[in-house]
């Protein structure tokens, strides 16, 4: 039992290029997260999924896109990359309880110059 | 619109010794989350807190839910450098109970 994987680890993008974070998760959780954290902050919240096929965005979508055709997998794509999105991103899934926890995968951070 | 606020954001402690984090929310929340970060690592969870007057307690720490105040303590027991690492806090917004995250309380704990 993996949890939730991230690949890559890390990234260095030049501005303008496109990339797609890959999160994994081998739980069955129905709720998968996109979250990025920048240094001295929290973590903000990009997209989320309450199951295969539905997507929603969260406090800061803008630039990137996700979808969700498995249970499994929720990939991130950034399509014109930006310095602004130069951070650490972090994938998340829970189950669908009201109080369960989200569990985290160990981060990718991107660079983009 | 739901925001967290953690305080101390630095925190330097002796080993031995005791202290309290605290976290304040600005709207009412279902539950609240404690996470820990180690440098460089992802988030490991702590606690939830679930309701008004909630304590849960794993080892040096404890955390505890006031919900009329809209606060959350995490207090530590006598320091140990293991628990120098960054704490955050997390409330849940919404239908879906998203998280908010405070900016977190990076601690130091020195011999």
């Known amino acids: 039992n993996a949890g939730v994987t991230q690949t890559p680890k890390f990234r260095i993008l030049k501005i303008g290029q496109s990339m797609t974070l890959q999160c994994t998760q081998d739980m069955n959780h129905n709720y998968m997260y996109w979250y990025r954290q920048d240094p001295g902050m929290g973590l903000k919240l990009i997209y989320y999924s309450v199951g295969a096929g539905i997507t929603d965005k969260g406090e800061v979508p803008n630039g990137y896109n996700v979808s969700r055709s498995t249970t499994e997998d929720f990939p991130l794509r950034l399509e014109l990359a930006a310095p602004s999105q130069t951070s650490v991103y972090f994938c998340?899934?829970?189950?669908?309880?009201?109080?369960?926890?989200?569990?985290f995968g160990p981060g990718t951070r991107l660079t983009v110059l | 619109e739901l925001k967290v606020e953690q305080n101390p954001l630095f925190l330097s402690m002796q080993e031995g010794k005791n202290y309290t984090i605290y976290c304040n929310y600005s709207?009412?929340?279902?539950?609240l989350y404690w996470y820990r970060q180690d440098p460089g690592k992802s988030l490991e969870s702590l606690f939830v807190?679930?309701?008004?007057?909630a304590v849960k307690q794993e080892g040096r720490l404890m955390a505890s839910l006031d919900t009329k105040a809209r606060l959350s303590t995490l207090h530590i027991t006598a320091a140990v450098h293991d628990l120098s690492a960054t704490y955050f806090c997390?409330?849940?917004?919404?239908?879906?109970?998203?998280?908010?995250f405070g900016k977190g309380t990076k601690l130091s704990v020195k011999p």
């Open positions: 997390a409330a849940t917004s919404g239908s879906q109970g998203n998280l908010i």
């Open positions: 807190l679930l309701s008004n007057g």
């Open positions: 998340a899934s829970k189950a669908s309880g009201f109080t369960d926890t989200q569990y």
């Open positions: 709207t009412t929340s279902d539950r």
